[in-house]
């Protein structure tokens, strides 16, 4: 077979779309809207290649509009766990054994079919499935998702690329190989981008997958299970599958060939699984990699230096773009005292001036949160604030789902600064602030730094650079992405990988090589051109 040493295109980012009124791919993205909405889907697992229905169905519908119908999926018990491992299995050895460039041009395909002819569908999925608004699901959805794909590709090339010096007379390799067994991919619902990117990373470097998207992210997956069928990922690589966390962690977590675990979503549920995998580590051929980006609880600190007008900008876009429900999102504030009357002003402003409803108006910045779940929990928080003494609610605080899970855009203010909403994750269009006295910028920057389990994202606002260095430093440990003179969210593969550590998870960096790395296992090969014929050196010699 010709062989060559092969340069895989260059990444670059996705260019976001617009969506201005009048252009052709607003036109296109309504016209989908409306077709989907117009039918309900019938969503089967897809095991080995096979569409699996199980019959045991779950409706699927708008979180903005919970009485129209999506359609359903086919709910996954134990047994589907289990033929969801052996198909993977079974593909394995002829995937892991297949050319690394052939796997490339898989996922390149797929980049294509995402950033092209599937790009209105899988926004328009999103739109519907996860109530977010047409940009938010651009460069998320379209975007980030061809990103991660494309990069990936490029970042595989580089790891095969690094090898070791050789000696004279020796040639040094690295054989960088899939890791030995299946790894489990299981994915929230906030990111369409991390849903895919999740079990693709995995398979690009030669694992086969096991994945389990979140119920309120199915609608989706689904759509890109269809790009990766179409763009040629063989029957087996990647299993999709909907069981209950335990039904899948029992199958999954004592299956000897269980190998790693690629997850975004709380860090309650990452130390669980953290747990079950060290109580059957004795059970696995190989020391499972653990992967995972958790919860936030993310900042933005204001110094007295600090423009106003952005800093408002920073604090709304960061906490309510997404309803909040970005890992993240901007949940807790500090702001200082000289600054806090005009900050206040703007950020009441834009508020009055935005609007909440449906996706399929493209006029709404606010959309619904997720389900009914985290509505009842965040209407919870906004009672307790209510009622306490210690907060005041300076803007929303209404909430209402007869309709759709609709939480007006909510600011606390609050005297204590070690209030539940400053620590606690909401995931939710609840910001908390923390007016402090101007002159104790650095007692606060050790407050930010102490208050929060989690390290996720942060940010400083300050035109003063001493700030912005002491501010860099003191928080080095509190945030794994940490801006400067912007919000706390938007990271763009490439450019700012991302993740964090403490609470925050794993660190592993999603959008980046050192991800890459985590699923992959390399064997060092020493080959001797002329093979030493006497066992004894020179130092043996006599005088």
């Known amino acids: 077979m010709p062989k060559g040493i092969y340069k895989v295109p260059v990444a670059v980012n996705e260019p976001v779309k617009s969506y201005a009124p009048g252009s052709a791919e607003r036109k296109e993205l309504q016209a989908m809207l409306k077709e989907m909405r117009g039918k309900e889907l019938d969503i089967p697992m897809y095991i080995g290649g096979q569409q699996v229905?199980?019959?045991?169905?779950?409706?699927?519908?708008?979180?903005?509009?919970?009485?129209?119908?999506?359609?359903?999926?086919?709910?996954?018990?134990?047994?589907?766990?289990?033929?969801?491992i052996d198909a993977a299995l079974a593909a394995k050895a002829q995937w892991a054994a297949l050319s690394w460039e052939h796997r490339a041009t898989i996922f390149l395909k797929a980049a294509e079919l995402i950033a092209g002819p599937y790009r209105a569908m899988v926004n328009a999925a999103t739109m519907l499935g996860q109530s977010k608004n047409a940009f938010q699901a651009e460069i998320d959805s379209a975007c980030e998702l061809a990103d991660f794909l494309r990069f990936n590709v490029q970042y595989m090339?580089?790891?095969?690329?690094?090898?070791?010096?050789?000696?004279?007379?020796?040639?040094?390799?690295?054989?960088?190989?899939?890791?030995?067994?299946?790894?489990?991919?299981?994915?929230?619902?906030?990111?369409?981008?991390?849903?895919?990117?999740?079990?693709?990373?995995?398979?690009?470097?030669?694992?086969?997958?096991?994945?389990?998207?979140?119920?309120?992210?199915?609608?989706?997956?689904?759509?890109?299970?269809?790009?990766?069928?179409q763009a040629g990922v063989p029957d087996g690589v990647i299993n999709l599958i909907y069981p209950s966390g335990p039904d899948a962690a029992d199958v999954i977590f004592k299956h000897k060939d269980f190998a790693g675990i690629h997850f975004t979503g709380s860090t309650e549920v990452f130390q669980s699984i953290w747990q079950a995998i060290g109580n059957n580590i004795h059970n696995y051929r190989s020391y499972p990699r653990i992967v995972g980006e958790t919860g936030g609880k993310d900042f933005i600190m204001a110094h007295k230096s600090a423009e106003p007008k952005s800093l408002a900008v920073a604090l709304t876009r960061g906490a309510f773009e997404y309803q909040g429900q970005k890992c993240s999102a901007a949940s807790r504030a500090y702001i200082p005292?000289?600054?806090?009357?005009?900050?206040?002003?703007?950020?009441?402003?834009?508020?009055?001036?935005?609007?909440?409803?449906?996706?399929?108006?493209?006029?709404?910045?606010?959309?619904?949160?997720?389900?009914?779940?985290?509505?009842d929990k965040l209407a919870t928080y906004i009672e307790a604030a209510r009622q306490?003494?210690?907060?005041?609610?300076?803007?929303?605080?209404?909430?209402?789902?007869?309709?759709?899970?609709?939480?007006?855009?909510?600011?606390?203010?609050?005297?204590?600064?070690?209030?539940?909403?400053?620590?606690d994750e909401l995931f939710g269009p609840v910001l908390t602030v923390f007016v402090y006295d101007e002159n104790e910028f650095e007692?606060?920057?050790?407050?930010?730094?102490?208050?929060?389990?989690?390290?996720?994202?942060?940010?400083?606002?300050?035109?003063?650079?001493?700030?912005?260095?002491?501010?860099?430093?003191?928080?080095?440990?509190?945030?794994?992405?940490?801006?400067?003179?912007?919000?706390?969210?938007?990271?763009?593969?490439?450019?700012?990988?991302?993740?964090?550590?403490?609470?925050?998870?794993?660190?592993?960096?999603?959008?980046?090589?050192?991800?890459?790395?985590?699923?992959?296992?390399?064997?060092?090969i020493k080959e001797t051109f002329l093979s030493p014929t006497d066992y004894k050196y020179p130092f043996l010699q006599a005088d």
């Not at 229905?53 to 018990?77: C, E, M, W, Y």
């Not at 790894?183 to 906030?190: D, I, K, R, S």
């Open 53 to 84: 229905r199980s019959g045991n169905t779950i409706r699927l519908a708008p979180p903005h509009d919970h009485q129209h119908t999506l359609g359903v999926f086919h709910k996954s018990d134990k047994s589907h766990v289990g033929l969801a």
């Open 157 to 229: 090339a580089e790891i095969y690329a690094e090898q070791p010096i050789s000696g004279p007379g020796v040639w040094n390799r690295l054989e960088w190989r899939p890791l030995e067994g299946f790894v489990y991919a299981l994915t929230p619902f906030n990111f369409t981008a991390i849903a895919g990117n999740l079990p693709s990373s995995c398979a690009l470097m030669g694992n086969v997958v096991v994945w389990k998207p979140s119920n309120t992210q199915v609608y989706a997956a689904n759509v890109l299970m269809e790009v990766f069928q």
């Open 337 to 375: 005292s000289n600054l806090w009357d005009e900050v206040k002003s703007y950020v009441l402003a834009d508020l009055q001036d935005m609007k909440m409803g449906p996706t399929e108006d493209f006029t709404n910045f606010v959309n619904a949160v997720i389900d009914e779940k985290s509505f």
């Open 388 to 423: 306490s003494d210690e907060v005041e609610i300076i803007a929303g605080g209404n909430y209402d789902k007869s309709r759709g899970y609709f939480i007006e855009p909510t600011i606390l203010v609050t005297t204590n600064p070690r209030y539940v909403t400053l620590c």
């Open 443 to 524: 007692q606060t920057l050790e407050l930010i730094d102490t208050t929060s389990i989690y390290a996720l994202t942060g940010a400083i606002l300050a035109q003063d650079r001493y700030a912005i260095e002491l501010a860099t430093s003191k928080l080095s440990n509190s945030a794994g992405n940490f801006y400067i003179n912007d919000k706390c969210t938007g990271a763009v593969v490439g450019q700012q990988p991302f993740g964090g550590a403490r609470g925050s998870g794993t660190n592993d960096k999603a959008g980046a090589k050192i991800n890459l790395l985590r699923w992959v296992s390399p064997r060092t």
